[in-house]
T-cell receptor, first 110, second 114 residues
Framework: KNQVEQSPQSLIILEGKNCTLQCNYTVSPFSNLRWYKQDTGRGPVSLTIMTFSENTKSNGRYTATLDADTKQSSLHITASQLSDSASYICVVKGTYKYIFGTGTRLKVLA | EAGVVQSPRYKIIEKKQPVAFWCNPISGHNTLYWYLQNLGQGPELLIRYENEEAVDDSQLPKDRFSAERLKGVDSTLKIQPAELGDSAVYLC????????????FGPGTRLTVL
């Protein structure tokens, strides 16, 4: 069964600290993996896309990794800011379908 | 470039009433998706359109939900009659045939059924 599991479910950190969010998937065939950021009351917005051959990709303070062998991905946030408070959703694309994780809710405190 | 537009943003209705949501995708995007998102959960696909054809509606509760995309551009999702459990955010997304398949999401419609 195609599944995407994320951990932790929620996370609270202090402003300026780093954090890492995890995504494990069992999706076949695999096309790509995206990390989305969803602010409260808004639709998800893509942060980064990972294809099968890519191991690491950065977008500003966000760095995503992908291990296609173990089917794991992570999203590392460096020097967190209050505006990073949001839900982060991992989405794996198969041939036509997008399989969504349940998200990690991040709260950054001043 | 305008993003995906949805309306209304919020809707409060009593159970057993009908409700409709509207979505206008990004211009030129031929694929349109309707998702349901419960609080603290990821989006769940209701229906996918390729142009005006519904190519995946296997998760759409057809006894009360219906959707249309008559001209292959904007789309309407309807619930009739609404039930308490339908309270959720309804997201619309679109993708282009070209590119890497990034889904662009609208802001969603938050439905509350009383």
């Amino acid at each position: 069964k195609n599944q995407v599991e994320q951990s932790p479910q929620s996370l609270i950190i202090l402003e300026g600290k780093n954090c890492t969010l995890q995504c494990n998937y069992t999706v076949s065939p695999f096309s790509n993996l995206r990390w989305y950021k969803q602010d409260t009351g808004r639709g998800p917005v893509s942060l980064t896309i990972m294809t099968f051959s890519e191991n690491t990709k950065s977008n500003g303070r966000y760095t995503a990794t992908l291990d296609a062998d173990t089917k794991q991905s992570s999203l590392h946030i460096t020097a967190s800011q209050l505006s990073d408070s949001a839900s982060y959703i991992c989405v794996v694309k198969g041939t036509y379908k997008y399989i969504f994780g349940t998200g990690t809710r991040l709260k950054v405190l001043a | 470039e305008a993003g995906v537009v949805q309306s209304p943003r919020y809707k409060i209705i009593e159970k057993k009433q009908p409700v409709a949501f509207w979505c206008n995708p990004i211009s030129g995007h031929n694929t349109l998706y309707w998702y349901l998102q419960n609080l603290g959960q990821g989006p769940e696909l209701l229906i996918r359109y390729e142009n005006e054809e519904a190519v995946d509606d296997s998760q759409l509760p057809k006894d009360r939900f219906s959707a249309e995309r008559l001209k292959g551009v904007d789309s309407t999702l309807k619930i009739q009659p609404a039930e308490l459990g339908d309270s959720a955010v309804y997201l619309c997304a679109s993708t282009s045939r070209a590119g890497d398949g990034e889904q662009f999401f609208g802001p969603g419609t938050r439905l509350t059924v009383l």
